[in-house]
């Protein structure tokens, strides 16, 4: 039990670091906590927040907000999480973390692969369970109808049939967060799969750990490997390039299969408003400004202060097959982390019926499907740290240790060039919209661009740059 002056305290604690400090990542833990004053809102550069609604004084919450939030030095960290829940039954790998068994492959049965971002093993794991009858819901994000009031493409939701489930298959690099669907969960007894990413899934655990209906109600949780998040005007920069102006945006498809390309140069899908019209818009990313995931426009800053790619504390995680092996099929492969008994039998039942094409790949293997965002959280996150350290501001604390002598000057520049980038596109596009012009942006971005591919030796990526520049002008 919270006293009133110890609420008062931590409540203004979670504010002053995580919040102020700009390390929210917008979950909504903080806000799923039974009658916590802390509502979620979009911000201004469309990136979901936790802010306070009502006086601290008349809260009535009883459990710790500090202790449920994924980026506050209050709760446990991911080791500590998955070593409690898989450190009997798994082994561990210092970059992946936990495992029973790796895969790399994708699913044969029905439409999976096809309607999913990857190799659809992120719905078909979900459906399994349903199926079997192990869970009566799976937590999701799945598209919604926008409105004046909340813009929003993609929300968490329930689906409770496998039809349901299937509305809901590919990835959304887009803002989402969890208290509303935990107030609905509340309401509805029943067993439930969660899907999310990391630090999604490690603040669903650390909700687990404080709220016993939570941890009744919560069978299984499904990690999605992450290399960052985005705002909502991740989708909006690209919709707009097709005619679509931010507000006029009503779907999207962040991951469209181009049957003749590789799998990582997929396409996106736009619908929405053109002139008075309904448009739909479709185009390979690489064609349009802003698809390099590595000059992380609309990032979160929380995304430059995490350590978890592989969803440490899932009990089974999914991501794209990274590796030259896999990546020239168009529709798509898995890799595949499992560390739960129950579901690793799905698996190999899977496997033999012949519904899954699954080959066992190695904990390091699917390291190197990952090597760029672990790379950017183990040896970028060292310096970043060391940078955050240097200012004398707070932080949240990481396993990984501040750093700086690991990296020339040419890649500490790099990574200071990264937060930059990320950092100027909140505000660059926001000034496009205020010009109702979408030129405004990569006008107010490339010199930032250009530096960034400087620290490149390769003169490849400069072509491709200055190709893409000669379009939009
Ligand atoms: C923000 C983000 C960043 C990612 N970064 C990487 C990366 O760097 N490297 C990598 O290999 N993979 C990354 N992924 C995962 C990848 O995009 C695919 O989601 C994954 O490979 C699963 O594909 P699939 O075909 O197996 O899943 P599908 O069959 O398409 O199923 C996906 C499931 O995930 C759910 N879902 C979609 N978006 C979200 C979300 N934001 N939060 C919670 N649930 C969601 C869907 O509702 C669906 O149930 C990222 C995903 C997200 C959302
Ligand atoms: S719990 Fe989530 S929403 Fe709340 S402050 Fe922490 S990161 Fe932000
Ligand atoms: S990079 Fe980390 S903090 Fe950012 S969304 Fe992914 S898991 Fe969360």
Request: proline share 4%; aromatic share 10%; hydrophobic share 35%.
């Amino acid at each position: 039990m919270l006293g009133s002056t110890s609420k008062n305290q931590e409540i203004s604690k979670l504010l002053e670091t995580v919040v102020d400090g700009g390390y929210c990542i917008g979950c909504g833990a903080c806000a799923a906590v039974v009658d916590s004053p802390i509502k979620m809102k979009l911000d201004e550069y469309g990136k979901l927040c936790a802010t306070l609604s009502e006086p601290v004084v008349q809260t009535s919450h009883q459990i710790s907000l500090g202790k449920v939030c994924p980026f506050s030095n209050e709760g446990l960290n991911e080791d500590q999480i998955a070593e409690e829940i898989f450190g009997k039954d798994c082994q561990y790998h210092n970059q992946i973390g936990y495992y029973l068994t790796t895969y790399a492959g994708f699913v044969s049965e029905s439409d999976f692969r096809k309607l999913g971002s990857s190799g659809g093993m992120g719905n078909w794991i979900v459906t399994q369970l349903l199926s079997e009858g192990l869970v009566d819901g799976v937590i999701h994000v799945k598209p919604c109808t926008p409105s004046p009031t909340d813009p929003r493409l993609f929300k968490y939701q329930i689906s409770k049939t496998i039809e349901e489930v299937r509305n809901g298959a590919k990835s959304r690099y887009y803002p989402i967060e969890i208290s509303e669907v935990i107030q609905m969960l509340r309401e509805q007894p029943g067993r439930y799969v969660i899907v999310g990413i990391p630090c999604f899934i490690k603040a669903i655990r650390l909700l687990m750990k404080q709220d016993p209906i939570i941890a009744e109600r919560i069978k299984f949780c499904v990690g999605l490997i992450c290399g960052h998040l985005k705002s909502i005007h991740f989708a909006q920069m690209f919709a707009w390039q097709g005619g679509i102006k931010p507000g006029d945006l009503l779907e999207f498809d962040f991951r469209y299969k181009l049957a003749d390309r590789g799998a990582n140069q997929y396409g996106m899908k736009a619908v929405g408003l053109k002139d008075g019209e309904v448009i739909e818009c479709i185009s390979p990313v690489r064609d349009l400004y802003g698809w390099d995931w590595g000059h992380g426009f609309f990032k979160y800053k929380a995304c430059e202060y995490c350590d978890d790619v592989i969803a440490e504390a899932a009990d089974i995680v999914v991501g794209d097959a990274w590796l030259p092996e896999y990546v020239n099929d168009s529709q798509g492969t898995n890799v595949v982390v499992v560390r739960n008994i129950v579901i690793q039998k799905l698996i190999e039942q899977g496997i033999t019926a012949g519904n899954l094409h699954l080959n066992a790949i190695t904990a390091d293997k699917v390291a190197k499907s990952q090597a760029s965002g672990l790379n950017h959280r183990r040896e970028g996150l060292a310096y970043r740290l060391y940078l955050a350290d240097k200012r004398g501001e707070w932080r949240p604390n990481k396993r990984v240790k501040a750093q700086i002598s690991h990296l020339s000057r040419q890649l500490q520049k790099r990574q200071e060039l990264r937060m930059k980038l990320g950092e100027e596109s909140h505000i660059a596009f926001q000034k496009a919209i205020k010009a109702g012009q979408f030129s405004v942006f990569p006008k107010s971005m490339n010199f930032l661009v250009l530096q960034y591919q400087l620290t490149y030796p390769s003169t490849v990526l400069w072509k491709q740059f200055i190709q893409k520049c000669k379009k939009i002008y």
